[in-house]
Every structure is written in structure tokens, then in C-alpha cells.
């Protein structure tokens, strides 16, 4: 058992290793930053980046929850400056989340938008409850197999989804991500629908799209552009797609990208309509039992979803730092609740913008507080300015970002991992796309934990076969622990065993065996061992617990 962890663990690092290859990787990885303001200027350009992609997401999940649009944008601010200082991981992003537009839609329409914030302000009492009690630790029982088909199967959504976006058809809201199923029907379908799209491409559109994912792959592939960096690729991406929009409006008008196709953020005429865009809960419906019971579903929904990001976010810092999960769930509950105090949307740390964080190479979480503070900044003093971004130069950063996570080179890793990680990476991979993130996680934890089952029977002991001239003895030697997992491998083992053989069983390395083992081999040394003329040799059971006599406890 050991060695076959040493094994995956050699494995593992190797490919670490050599996906590390490019020495400032490999710099930033062995130098850990030390201060939040340690990498100011690397997280204050990966913070515009995170910002850039952010928006339109806060916007389109908005739209498609049902809210004004500011109410996307507070969440994000919140989740950047708050949750952002709060939280213990180092590159994770919060703000409004696609994993809870269903039952946001549904909350807003059934109570009141305002009896629905005193929903989410529970909710986020509900949050801070669960990391007072612990309850974060869930996050380290998720297998690496399940996290990294969570990851695929969510890039071959962002895939899926951003096409649309990246050929001019944008009538579905950028970010809402986990709407469709590829087993939905045909008229709302992933496939059918980028089949449509192509209806409606924009040639203006696809043409900023080819260049933004150019500028993006050239920054990866050619040496010098790798080495200068002097702003990141997909900060570079956007402001080349602005400056193309402008060239379009003056020289191309029938290329120029106008309406939908462009970031849309809410321009307020003046202070009072700007005051006026927040709302407040209403606390008279406190009593209402369906508040409560909202309140718990966004709470529960919003905390898997949190958790599985840390994990997933923990795996991909090139730092390999952990998070601590409770201490994420008390600060997602703080967000909360100031979110809803105000007007905004309940919230989660998003796969999406932790990925593009992690992507630009945030360092610390400068990078989500100083995203926090760009959305506050510009939603304030230069709207304006940012509805001139072509939503086709973020469609190809998200494109790209969905490439990396579902590249085939993913696929190949897992493969070489061995069967018992690949399969339920593939089948957790393909259910998140088919159904949806949470179902997808779910069908995959399941399928792990009967590998686990079956490679902890396999484990449980080791058996061997030694002959000498007096005939031939059979060893078995039991493993550290044995559960009551192993009682049907170890009696399947027993009740083969040859006639006429000796056989020991030896535990002097084991502290701990579960009572239904100690009476399988009781059975077989009083009874079952006669039938077949085997001499039994019993190694290492304390004297207080005699197998041949009575068992009175199962602690070793």
C-alpha cells in the first residue's frame, strides 16, 4: 500500500515537474510570496485580468437570476474587497455565482426581491455556522480524480458556451454557464445552440475573436513574449480588440461591433440614481418558512460549490499552498451577508475567475482584493469607457481558459495515473457536462469511493505462498488497519485455501482490526480449518483478545 502511494506520489510530482519546465515557473514555485503586498505589481495586473473577465460575468449572471444588473456588480466588489481579505486561500475569486442562478430565479420570483435578501443574509449566518463547526474539512475528502474532472468537464463548458460569444451571437448571457446540457433538447442544447449561432456570426466579431486568441497564444508559445510580459496576454487581448472596434467604426462601419456584442454596464445619470440602485432586506418576512428554507439551500448549494473552487484552486497554484476551508466558509458568509444587506447576489468563490486569476499569475490575494476594487472604481467613475470592450476579446480569454482545463494532455495524465484515478475523472468529467457541476461532482464521488472500497479489500493484507520441504505454508499479513471493509476478501481468501496446508496469519504490524475480521478468523480457526486439515498459526494477536477464545473488544 505504501509503495503503491510512493508510486503515485513519484508520478504526480514528475508531472509537476515537468509541466514546470520553464525556469520562472520553476523560480516562482521554489519562492513562496510572503506579504499580501509582497507581488503588487504581478497581482495588480492579473487583478485588471480577473476584473476584465469578472464584469461581464457579474452582469450575465445577474441578468439571468432575475436581478438588476448592479446587483451583480455589488457582489462582485464585496467578494473582491471582503471576502477577498477574509478568505485563507491565496488565488481564489468570489462573486456571483452560475451554480445558484436556478434557485436565485426562483427565490426572487416566489417572495419579493427584497424578502429574498433577508434569504441570502441568513444564509450567510447559516455559512459562518458551518465554519465555526468545522464543516470545512469536507473539502479534503474530494479525490484528486473527481477535482480534475470537475475541472475538465467545466472547461468544456466554457468552451461550449463561449463559442456563441466568439462568432457574434450573444443572445444567451455571458457567464451563464450551467444552463444546457448536452442532453437537454435540441432546441436549447450546447451543440444545437452554437450550430444556430453561426446564423447570426458577426464578421467584425470573429475577426477580433482570431486576433485576441493569437495575441494569447503567442504569449505562451514565443520565447520573447514570454520573457517580457509587460502586461498580461489577456489584458493585451482586450485593449488590441478596443482599439480594432475603433478602427472598424471609422474606416469598416459594417465590421463595427455595436449593441449586444459589447460589455454593458449600467451608467447611472447621477448620484440619487446611483443611490438608488441599492436595496434593502425586508425583515418583516422573518417569520416566513419559506425564507428559511431558502436560506438553507443557498447556504448548503453555495458551500459545496465554495469548497470544491478551493480545491480545485489549491491544485492549481503553481505554489501548492492549501487553503483552510472553515476559515473560506466564515468569509463567504461574511460576503454574504453584507451583500445582501445592500442589494447584491448571494455568492460563491467561482472556478471561472480563480482560474483566470491563477492563469495571469496571481501571486496573493492582492490580485482578488484589487479586482474588488477596479469594479467599485470603474462602476463609479468610468462606465462609459468599459462598454466600449467587445465581448468576442473575452469570449477568447474564457476560450482559452477552457482549453487548458480540458486540454488533451489532461486526459493523458490521468490515463497514466492508472485506471482507479482516470475512470472516475472521465465519468465526473462527462456528468458535469451532461448534467450539471454539483450531480457531476456527486456521480463522481460516488464512482471513487467504490474504487476506494475495492483497492481498500485489495489492501487489507498481504498474502503469499512459501514452499519448504515440510510442505508448503501460507502467509498472510495483515495491514495496519482492517476495516470491516475487508471482511468478505479476507473470508473469500480463507475459504480457499489448499487442504492439508499451514497457514499464519500475522498481525504484529496491525493496531487496529474491526470485530467482524477478528470473528471471521475465530470461525475459521475453531471450525472452518478442521473441514480442510489446516494448521492455523496466529502472530502478533495481543493475549487479551485470543481469537480462539472469546473476543471481547476489537481495539488493537
Not at 151 to 173: M, N, Q, R, T
Amino acid at each position: 500500500m505504501i509503495r503503491d502511494q510512493l508510486t503515485l506520489n513519484f508520478k504526480l510530482k514528475s508531472s509537476l515537474v515537468k509541466s514546470l519546465k520553464d525556469n520562472e515557473l520553476i523560480d516562482r514555485y521554489m519562492s513562496k510570496p510572503k506579504s499580501l503586498f509582497s507581488s503588487f505589481k504581478t497581482d495588480s495586473l492579473s487583478g485588471i485580468v480577473v476584473f476584465l473577465v469578472a464584469l461581464p460575468l457579474c452582469l450575465g449572471i445577474a441578468g439571468a437570476s432575475g436581478a438588476s444588473a448592479f446587483s451583480g456588480i455589488i457582489t462582485g466588489i464585496i467578494g473582491g474587497l471582503v471576502v477577498g481579505y477574509l478568505s485563507g486561500s491565496h488565488v481564489s475569486v468570489s462573486g456571483p455565482a452560475a451554480s445558484l442562478i436556478a434557485i436565485v430565479i426562483v427565490a426572487i420570483q416566489d417572495l419579493g426581491f427584497e424578502a429574498f435578501l433577508l434569504s441570502g443574509v441568513l444564509a450567510g449566518v447559516f455559512q459562518l455556522v458551518l465554519g465555526v463547526v468545522k464543516a470545512g474539512t469536507f473539502s479534503n475528502y474530494i479525490p484528486s480524480g473527481v477535482i480534475q474532472g470537475m475541472l475538465s468537464g467545466i472547461g468544456l463548458i466554457i468552451i461550449f458556451k463561449e463559442v456563441p460569444h466568439a462568432i457574434g451571437y450573444d443572445k444567451e448571457h455571458e457567464g451563464d454557464f450551467f444552463n444546457y446540457s448536452l442532453t437537454d433538447s435540441m432546441d436549447d442544447g450546447y451543440l444545437n445552440e452554437i450550430i444556430h449561432a453561426f446564423n447570426f456570426a458577426h464578421t467584425g466579431v470573429i475577426i477580433v475573436t482570431l486576433i485576441s486568441i493569437g495575441i494569447l497564444i503567442a504569449y505562451m508559445k514565443v520565447p520573447f513574449l514570454k520573457k517580457v510580459k509587460l502586461l498580461p496576454s489577456a489584458l493585451f487581448a482586450v485593449i488590441i480588440g478596443v482599439v480594432i472596434n475603433e478602427i472598424f467604426r471609422v474606416f469598416f462601419p459594417d465590421l463595427h461591433i455595436t449593441g449586444d456584442h459589447l460589455v454593458k454596464l449600467p451608467v447611472p445619470g447621477s448620484a440619487e440614481e446611483f443611490i438608488g440602485q441599492f436595496s434593502l432586506p425586508d425583515f418583516t418576512f422573518i417569520s416566513n418558512p419559506d425564507i428559511w428554507v431558502t436560506a438553507l439551500t443557498i447556504a448548503a448549494v453555495a458551500s459545496i460549490a465554495t469548497l470544491l473552487t478551493i480545491e480545485a484552486g489549491d491544485r492549481m497554484d503553481p505554489y501548492k499552498r492549501y487553503s483552510n476551508g472553515n476559515t473560506e466558509l466564515k468569509a463567504q458568509g461574511v460576503g454574504n451577508i453584507l451583500c445582501c444587506l445592500i442589494g447584491g447576489l448571494p455568492m460563491t468563490s467561482v472556478i471561472v475567475r480563480t482560474t483566470a486569476n491563477i492563469d495571469a499569475g496571481a501571486r496573493t490575494k492582492f490580485s482578488s482584493i484589487f479586482h474588488g476594487f477596479l469594479l467599485l472604481l470603474t462602476v463609479i467613475l468610468i462606465p462609459t469607457l468599459l462598454n466600449k470592450i467587445p465581448i468576442a476579446s473575452l469570449a477568447a480569454i474564457l476560450l482559452i481558459i477552457g482549453y487548458k482545463l480540458a486540454s488533451p494532455s489532461v486526459f493523458k495524465k490521468m490515463w497514466a495515473i492508472g485506471k482507479y484515478h482516470f475512470i472516475p475523472f472521465l465519468i465526473t468529467a462527462v456528468c458535469v457536462v451532461s448534467l450539471d457541476l454539483l450531480k457531476g461532482v456527486g456521480i463522481g464521488l460516488a464512482v471513487s469511493s467504490i474504487f476506494i472500497l475495492k483497492g481498500n479489500m485489495r489492501l487489507a493484507y498481504y498474502f503469499k505462498k512459501e514452499k519448504h520441504k515440510e510442505g508448503e505454508d501460507i502467509h498472510i499479513d495483515l495491514a495496519q488497519e482492517v476495516s470491516f471493509l475487508n471482511k468478505a476478501a479476507i473470508k473469500q481468501t480463507l475459504v480457499h485455501l489448499p487442504k492439508d496446508s499451514k497457514v499464519i496469519i500475522n498481525a504484529e504490524n496491525t493496531v487496529y482490526i474491526d470485530y467482524d475480521i477478528l470473528e471471521v478468523i475465530k470461525d475459521f480457526h475453531t471450525n472452518g480449518s478442521k473441514e480442510k486439515n489446516i494448521v492455523v498459526v496466529l502472530k502478533g494477536f495481543k493475549e487479551s483478545y485470543n481469537v480462539e477464545n472469546t473476543i471481547d473488544s476489537h481495539v488493537y
